[in-house]
């Protein structure tokens, strides 16, 4: 049994708690995602071992909006604005680069894994213990800085951007790779091929 199926059971059987899901797969809407025995789970996807006891809470670092349902409009949010490209003009598709290195557009199909479920920011002891949250965007909104930066579509100062939004406020720790349901994305590793390109042109701080 996955804890989406006990929480489906409480809920038929026991008591209408709230709770949110969509696609049961895992890594396609994120919506299940929950704190289970302290840390950042699909819900859909994480099992329960029979006779243990779980402990289950709302995704840590947005508002409750009922019992296991938060709202995650803001980072949501702050992800789609970050994931525009920036173009000096329009975009055509006949304008689109489509033969690049090839190495880069894996970098770029793994990112696009991402199914915003945010558990990399739940995760994150940084974002966890940060009074200023404005000091470091998170895993998520980077991943996303990160996206566009591999993007040769896309114009704008991605390195910059990252430094702006706390890079160097990363402590490298790699929780955010242990709590992301997709594999494919690497955050610690392309987290330090970003410093690298801020360290080549002096942007540190």
């Given amino acids: 049994m996955t804890v989406l199926e006990a929480l489906m059971y409480v809920y038929e059987n026991l008591d209408p708690i709230a709770f949110d899901y969509s696609c049961h797969g895992g ?3 994120g919506r299940c995602s929950m704190m289970v025995n302290g840390k950042p789970r ?3 996807t994480t099992p329960i071992k029979q006779g243990t006891d779980i402990t ?3 995704l840590k670092g947005h508002p409750v909006e009922r019992d296991l349902i938060v709202d995650r409009t803001e980072m949501q949010d702050r992800i789609s604005s970050i994931e525009r490209r920036i173009n000096s003009k329009p975009l055509e598709p006949k304008d689109l680069q489509r033969d690049f290195d090839p190495k ?3 970098k770029l199909d793994d990112l696009e894994w991402c199914c915003r479920c945010l558990s990399c920011n739940a995760g994150c002891p940084v974002l966890n213990n940060m009074s200023d949250p404005e000091k470091y965007i998170g895993p998520a909104g980077m991943r996303a800085i ?3 930066h591999y993007d040769p ?3 704008g100062d991605r390195v910059l951007e990252a430094v702006q939004n706390g890079l160097f406020n990363c402590i490298l ?3 955010c790779d242990r709590n992301c349901p997709a594999s494919e994305i690497k955050h610690v590793e392309i987290f330090k091929e970003l410093r690298a390109e801020a360290e080549k042109r002096g942007i540190k701080h």
Wanted: aromatic share 0%; net charge negative.
């Fill in 104 to 106: 880069i557009k894996q």
């Fill in 42 to 44: 699909m819900a859909c």
């Fill in 56 to 58: 289950v809470e709302p």
């Fill in 27 to 29: 890594r396609v809407c």
């Fill in 173 to 175: 720790c790699g929780e």
């Fill in 146 to 148: 990160a996206l566009r």
């Fill in 153 to 155: 579509n896309d114009e």
